[in-house]
Each structure stands twice: as C-alpha cells, then as structure tokens.
C-alpha cells in the first residue's frame, strides 16, 4: 500500500505538474479522480486479499458456482 | 512524397480491419476451444456457423453507420444519432465494458504466462512488465499501432498457417463427427464464443479519432471477417479433431497441447514456442488497442485535452484492477464463460444494431 502511495505521488509530481503549466483543469480533476480510486481500491484489495474479487463478487451475486 | 495534411493521426479501414483480427486473436486461441468443446463436444467445430448470419449483419451495421460519415469521429457519430445525452451515456457503459475487458486481458496474459512457461514466477511481475511497455507504445499514437497491427497481423496469421499445415492431417474423423440434429442446441450456445470473438468491432472504430477511407469499409470488414472466421474453424477442427471434445473440454490451453505434438521429419520439435511468441504478439496489442481505446473515451467523455497525461495513473490503476479481477485463473475463466462472454456479445452486437435501429428511425443514416 505504502509502495503504491509513493509511486502515485512520482507520477503525480511529474505528469500534474505539466497539467498545472498548462492550465488543463479537466485533466487534473480526472486525474486526481484516478489516482483516489487507485488508493481506495488498492486499500481494499491490500485488506481483502482473499475475499475481494469482481468476478467473485458477481458469481456469488448470481449463485454460479 | 508529399503526406497528406489530413492524414495525420487517422488510421486507414484496412489498418482498422487488421486490428480487428489481432483482437480477437489470443482469446481465440486461448478461452474458444475449451469452451466449444465442452459446450456443444464434437460437434464444436461447427458451432462458428451458427454465427454467420449475426456477424454478417453486424458488417452491414457498421457499413451503414460509418461509410457516408466523412471526418466525423466515432463518438460524434454516435452522438449524432443517439442524441448528446444518450450517446454519452452508452459511450460511458463501453468505457466500463472496455476497462474490464482490459483488466481480464491484461491479467490472464500474466496467468497464462505462469501456468505454461514460467511457473516460478509471481504474476505481478508480467503484469507490471506488460503495462510499462504498452505505456511506452500508447505514447506513440494510433496511427502508429494502426499500423504496428498492419504489420502483425500476417505475421500472425503465417504462424497459425505454419503451425497447421502439420496438425491438420492428424485430424481424427470419429472425434469431429457425427453432427446430428440433436447438436443444433448445444451449436447455437457454443456459437456464443465465436460471437464474442467477433464483439470488438465497434471498439476498433474507437481507436483513432480520424478513420481514412470510409467508403469501402464494408467491403474491407468483409474479407477480414472471411480470413478471421476461416481461422476459427480451422482452429476448432484441429483442437477437437486431434484431442477429442473430452480432453478439449477439460485442457486449459488445447492448442498448445497438440502444437506439442507437432514433429517435423522426426527432427524438428518442440514448436511451441511459435505459439507463445503468438501469444506474446497478440496479447500485447489486444492490451495496447483496448487502453488507446479506453483513453479515447476518456479523452471525449471528459474533454480532456492530452490523454497521454493519464497514461501513467490509468496504468496504475489497471494494475489493482488486474489483481482484484479475480482470484485465480478458474475464477476468471468461469466469470468469462459464464457471465462475460455473454454481456461481450450484448456490447457487440445488440449495440451496433441499436445504432443503425435508432439512426433510420432519425434519419440520421
């Protein structure tokens, strides 16, 4: 978790900081909007190892076994 | 020779056709005979006849959506015919098809590494190694894997030729026939496979903003369809014919098995690299069309001026999205065979129909 904290923060330093020079707004909100879901999701992933799964989610939900 | 001005960034129809072979290549080779097999047993080869008549209809979909629309882009298009609001949200409902499609892609290539060639080695690895150098591709544009592709796709397709020419005389009559009446069920079911093969059409206009040559793309989809459909039958024959529908059914990589098999004068053996390199090719740029893709979406939903910013942060999080997929290799296949194939087929053809439906009533098309 911490490893993918850090490395979005080397992605954000370099790419943000040519979105901010050139003033692309939507770029940066989408941006940050990319980079909350990775977090969010990659804590989850990293806390639900064996449990956090789309495709198990949905086989569960539609009793596939 | 002087460029064309226009031309820059537009990828030609033929360009366009080619990309639509090499998508559907590595899920051809890897999920379709399994799934043939065990769905419809012998009479799985034949199963890619039962969808001639939708694939053939789709052509004629996008044939009459695309071929009068000059410089406009695919989402314009669509937006043109749905309506802003309703071209959005439909574009959007791709967006996420696309991004799953991708994190599959992108996860079972790893696993299929692991589980024939490499199988010391953690998943993330190849992973990690895939997403660092489609990063470095995507930069590039989509006039440049448009035609990357160009140059791939025959080579592809050479292979697969080489590689059968030795298979197909060992071909066994009594595990391909007979084919009853009673198969016609188990046919249009196992058809479904075939189908989703032939379901990334519309994701393929998606590639470049700009389409050169627009008028003959019926024809170009066409022979592409032909050449591609050709190598499907060709494929289930070999896998079924050669293993029988039982060990078809079961096996994870059924071509692989009877690529082994092949002997050349009793010298030569052990090809089976050919096909790993196969797999290589054609996975990465299934991987690299579907992110150009994904990007381009995200470019016109969100206007953003520069997708090539995202790059970096989208790969990362296809990375999560790749291991949170699912758990494991069975999960995955039976999520696909079970649910995903079927909401593929949806996208790629209930889609394009609701297209040219929504357009004649409009008098868009």
């Known amino acids: 978790m911490l490893q993918l904290i850090v490395i979005i923060l080397i992605i954000g330093f370099i790419d943000l900081r040519a979105m901010i020079k050139n003033k692309q707004k939507n770029d940066i909100v989408c941006f940050l909007i990319i980079a909350l879901g990775s977090i969010l999701y990659g804590y989850y992933y990293t806390n639900n190892v064996y449990t956090a799964s789309l495709s198990g989610f949905f086989l569960r939900l539609l009793q596939i076994q | ?365």
Request: net charge positive.
């Open chain 2, 1 to 365: 020779m002087q460029q064309n001005p226009g031309a820059k960034d537009k990828a030609s129809t033929r360009q366009l056709a080619m990309l639509y072979i090499i998508t559907g290549f590595s899920p051809a080779i890897r999920f379709l005979p399994s799934f043939a097999a065990k769905v419809a047993k012998e009479a799985g080869w034949a199963s890619p006849f039962m969808a001639v008549i939708p694939i053939g209809l789709n052509i004629f979909f996008f044939h009459r959506i695309f071929s009068k629309t000059k410089d406009k882009s695919t989402f314009e298009v669509i937006n043109d015919i749905l309506g802003k609001f309703a071209g959005s949200f439909v574009i959007f409902l791709h967006l996420i098809w696309i991004m799953l499609l991708l994190a599959f892609n992108i996860r079972l290539h790893g696993e299929r590494l692991i589980s024939t060639v490499f199988p010391n080695i953690n998943v993330t690895f190849f992973i990690v190694v895939t997403l660092i150098v489609t990063s470095v591709v995507l930069r590039s544009g989509a006039t440049a894997i448009a035609r990357m592709g160009e140059f791939l796709t025959p080579i592809l397709l050479l292979l697969f030729t080489f590689v059968s020419v030795f298979l197909l005389p060992n071909i066994r009559a009594d595990a391909i026939l007979p084919v009853y009446f009673n198969d016609i069920i188990p046919m249009f079911k196992a058809s479904f496979g075939t189908l989703y093969l032939f379901s990334f059409g519309l994701l393929i206009f998606m590639v470049s903003p700009q389409i050169a040559n627009k008028k003959g793309i019926g024809k170009i989809l066409v022979k592409a369809a032909l050449v591609y459909f050709t190598m499907i039958v060709v494929l289930l024959l070999m896998s079924i014919g050669i293993l029988g529908s039982f060990v078809a059914a079961k096996a994870s990589n059924p071509f692989l098995i009877i690529v082994k098999q092949i002997s050349i004068l009793d010298t030569i053996e052990n090809i089976e690299s050919l096909v790993i390199a196969m797999w290589l090719l054609s996975d990465s740029m299934s991987i690299i069309i579907l992110s150009i893709v994904t990007l381009n979406i995200m470019k016109h939903l969100f206007k953003l001026s520069d997708q090539k910013n995202l790059i970096n942060i989208f790969f990362v999080f296809m990375y999560i999205a790749s291991l949170g997929i699912a758990q494991n290799r069975l999960e995955i296949d039976v999520f696909n065979s079970a649910i995903f194939i079927y909401v593929s087929v949806f996208f790629g053809f209930a889609m394009p129909f609701l297209l040219y439906a929504v357009g004649k009533i409009r008098r868009k098309i």
